[in-house]
Nanobody, 119 residues
Framework: QVRLVESGGGLVQAGESLRLSCAASGSTFAINIMGWYRQAPGSQRELVASIEREGNAKYADSLKGRSAISRDNAKNTIYLQMDSLTAEDTAVYYC?????????????WGQGTQVTVSS
């Protein structure tokens, strides 16, 4: 099992920045890809960015150019730096961790952290 704990959410003004953190514990040796998803009220959960253990990162169009995902494998922690936030970025942000073979069925979620951007 893997436990994910997010932090760093909050209320900010449009144009400001936030840095989210997600710390993993438990069977972290089995984790390959970690990422951030978000879910706004009435919308489906969507990928924001993901990063492999080796550091290869992918970004969704929603925050591309305004965000940076990073990973500290020694601390089993990922970060999401978000800049130039807008009201459309308001959502609950969830951390996700997925395993690599032979732990490919591993798929864990954090409890989520609220990000609210006021315009």
């Amino acid at each position: 099992q893997v436990r994910l704990v997010e932090s760093g959410g909050g209320l900010v003004q449009a144009g400001e920045s936030l840095r989210l953190s997600c710390a993993a514990s438990g069977s972290t040796f089995a984790i390959n890809i970690m990422g951030w998803y978000r879910q706004a009220p009435g919308s489906q959960r969507e990928l924001v960015a993901s990063i492999e253990r080796e550091g290869n990162a992918k970004y969704a169009d929603s925050l591309k150019g305004r965000s940076a995902i990073s990973r500290d494998n020694a601390k089993n922690t990922i970060y999401l730096q978000m800049d130039s936030l807008t009201a459309e970025d308001t959502a609950v942000y969830y951390c996700n961790a997925r395993g690599a073979p032979p732990f490919a069925t591993y798929n864990f979620w954090g409890q989520g952290t609220q990000v609210t951007v006021s315009s």
